[in-house]
C-alpha cells in the first residue's frame, strides 16, 4: 500500500525510532508499503519514519555496491529490506557525497560522512544480513540509518545552507 511521504519539517524526523522486537506480519507488512512506496517515486532508499513509522526498518538497493561506471548505464535495483540496522564505521576518513533525501524535496548538498561503513542487521526472515559499501553507497546506508537516529541530511550539513533551504520551504 502506498503511503504518503513524511516531509521536512514534520517533527516525526527528529524522533528516535523504536528496535523490533519480532519480525511479524505487522513488519513485513510495513516493508510492503515502504517498497510501494519507494518504487513510486524513486530513490535508493527509504526508512520507516519517512512513511511515518518509528520503527528500525530501511531498505536500500545494494545493487550501489557496485556502481556503473560513467560510459554504462544503471542496472536494475536490487532493494533489501533490513531491520535493526547497525552502522559501524570501518574507515573514518571524510568521504563526501551530494546528498538528497525523499523528506527534503528539492534540495541536495554536499555531506561529509565516514569513507566506509558496515551496516548489520535482519532480514525479513530473522536472518542476520551484513553490507560492506563506500563512496556512495557506505553514504546510503548512513542517510537511511540517520533517519531511524531521528536525523536528516541537512542536520550535516552548515547552518547557512541549511537556513537557505528553510527560507526557500517558507516561500512556497
Not at 513485513?28 to 526508512?47: F, K, P, Y
Not at 556502481?67 to 535495483?77: L, S
Not at 541536495?108 to 563506500?134: T, W
Not at 533551504?165 to 512556497?172: A, T
Request: aromatic share 4%; with cysteine.
Amino acid at each position: 500500500m502506498l503511503r504518503p511521504l513524511v516531509q521536512y519539517p514534520d517533527p516525526r524526523l527528529t524522533k528516535i525510532s523504536e528496535p523490533v522486537a519480532e519480525i511479524d506480519d505487522s513488519v513485513r507488512e510495513l516493508a510492503q508499503d515502504m517498497l510501494d512506496t519507494l518504487n513510486s517515486v524513486g530513490g535508493v532508499g527509504i526508512a520507516a519514519p519517512q512513511i511515518g513509522v518509528l520503527r528500525r526498518v530501511v531498505i536500500v538497493d545494494v545493487s550501489l555496491m557496485n556502481p556503473p561506471k560513467e560510459d554504462e548505464e544503471p542496472g536494475p535495483q536490487d532493494l533489501r529490506v533490513v531491520v535493526n540496522p547497525v552502522i559501524t564505521v570501518l574507515d573514518p576518513a571524510k568521504h563526501i557525497e551530494n546528498e538528497g533525501c525523499l523528506s527534503v524535496p528539492g534540495f541536495r548538498a554536499k555531506v561529509a560522512r565516514p569513507k566506509r561503513v558496515a551496516m548489520d542487521g535482519l532480514d525479513l526472515n530473522g536472518n542476520p544480513i551484513h553490507f560492506e559499501g563506500e563512496g556512495y553507497f557506505g553514504a546510503c546506508l548512513q542517510h537511511e540509518t540517520d533517519h531511524l537516529d531521528g536525523k536528516i541530511f541537512i542536520d550535516r550539513i552548515s547552518y547557512l545552507k541549511r537556513s537557505m533551504y528553510e527560507k526557500k520551504m517558507k516561500r512556497k
